[in-house]
């Protein structure tokens, strides 16, 4: 079994920022690539940013020059800086893991529990 727990996320006006983190535990050999997602009330969950055990970053078109993504490979932890939080942002957070097991030669997503991040106008 693999876990993921999140922190980070709060409330926060316009403009501020937040700093998410995502750790990974459990039975892990690797892990390929972590992210992030969110989702809105009444809208579905959609990606945010992810990052590969390499380093390669993907973004959501609405965070591009907001938000970075990076990851500690040896903690097996990932991160998200929100810069310039516009209110839209406001969503549960979910943190995203691309894990092969110690028991397993494939992949298979995890999914953190969700933390909440309000921005306030």
């Known amino acids: 079994q693999v876990q993921l727990v999140e922190s980070g996320g709060g409330l926060v006006q316009a403009g501020g920022s937040l700093r998410l983190s995502c750790a990974a535990s459990?039975?892990?050999?690797?892990?390929?690539?972590m992210g992030w997602y969110r989702q809105a009330p009444g809208k579905q969950r959609e990606l945010v940013a992810t990052?590969?055990?390499?380093?390669?970053?993907n973004y959501a078109d609405s965070v591009k020059g907001r938000f970075t993504i990076s990851r500690d490979n040896a903690k097996n932890t990932v991160y998200l800086q929100m810069n310039s939080l516009k209110p839209e942002d406001t969503a549960v957070y979910y943190c995203?893991?691309?894990?092969?097991?110690?028991?397993?030669?494939?992949?298979?997503?995890?999914w953190g529990q969700g933390t909440q991040v309000t921005v306030s106008s």
């Open positions: 459990g039975s892990i050999f690797k892990i390929n690539a």
């Open positions: 990052i590969t055990s390499g380093g390669s970053t």
């Open positions: 995203n893991a691309r894990v092969v097991g110690t028991l397993s030669f494939y992949e298979r997503d995890y």
